[in-house]
């Protein structure tokens, strides 16, 4: 697998990341963004290692691993609808060189993390993890809570095991089964607040509800195709 970046970044960005992990948080969450800051494609990551599903929604490719840039902001943004489990490590990796060579400033995980079952649906909390005192104490004063016990796997778990640079995580808890779009919107929230975006937050659940309509459609549509896929391989195997 490699990064393939065909546009212009600046040096200095931050990089916001957004794996499907639990309640596809992350997927909706930088949707939104990249929806609401007009970001730009300008790369992809690929390899043999990625389920070959091309979705196509409203006529426009959507890529299983996609690189959108905000100018503006200067917030490089990975939108990711297909995972590939066993390959964390290497995608960690990747995008450790790759923040090395534009001189991020810090990399955002967007993810979720599972609701006791003793809180009541419509109750929820946000948390965070940073490696780095001075996001610690700002992403406490925007409202968030320091994750004292919890289990963080995939992308980002790896990215706080191996990376040495600046990487902070927005965790919201999720309390439905896939996807959780008011989950999605209270991480945008907190993620607004952190980077001074001033968007318009107000149809914030509005919209991640649309969103969270079409991922399911896209999500829906790859599992129909892998499955496919599978079961002719079996058949010609057999």
């Known amino acids: 697998m490699e990064i393939v970046l065909d546009g212009k970044v600046k040096k200095g960005c931050k990089i916001i990341e957004g794996f499907p992990g639990m309640g596809l948080v992350g997927t909706i969450a930088t949707e939104f963004l990249i929806e609401h800051l ?15 599903v091309a979705a196509i929604h409203s006529g426009k490719l959507v890529k299983p691993m996609g690189f959108f840039y905000a100018e503006k902001e200067n917030l490089l943004i990975l939108h990711v609808i297909s995972g590939v489990p066993g390959s964390e490590w290497d995608i ?14 810090e990399i955002i995980s967007l993810e979720s993390v599972g609701t006791p079952p003793n809180i009541p649906p419509g109750i929820s909390s946000g948390f965070f993890y940073a490696n780095n005192t001075e996001a610690a104490k700002k992403l406490e004063r925007i409202g968030l809570e320091e994750l004292k016990e919890g289990i963080v ?3 980002t778990g790896a990215l706080i095991l191996s990376t040495k640079m600046p990487i902070s995580c927005i965790f919201a808890e999720t309390h439905s089964k896939l996807p959780d779009s008011k989950a999605a919107a209270q991480i945008i929230e907190a993620l607004n607040k952190y980077l001074g975006l001033k968007l318009d937050t107000r149809p914030l659940v509005k919209s991640a509800e649309e969103f969270e309509e079409k991922i399911r459609s896209i ?3 790859t599992k129909e195709v892998q499955e496919h896929t599978d079961k002719n391989r079996l058949s010609y195997v057999g």
């Open 38 to 52: 007009k970001a730009k494609p300008v790369g992809t990551i690929t390899g043999h290692e990625i389920p070959p």
């Open 92 to 105: 960690a990796e990747m995008l450790t060189i790759q923040a090395k060579k534009l001189n991020a400033r």
């Open 153 to 155: 796997v995939g992308l």
């Open 219 to 221: 999500l829906t549509k």
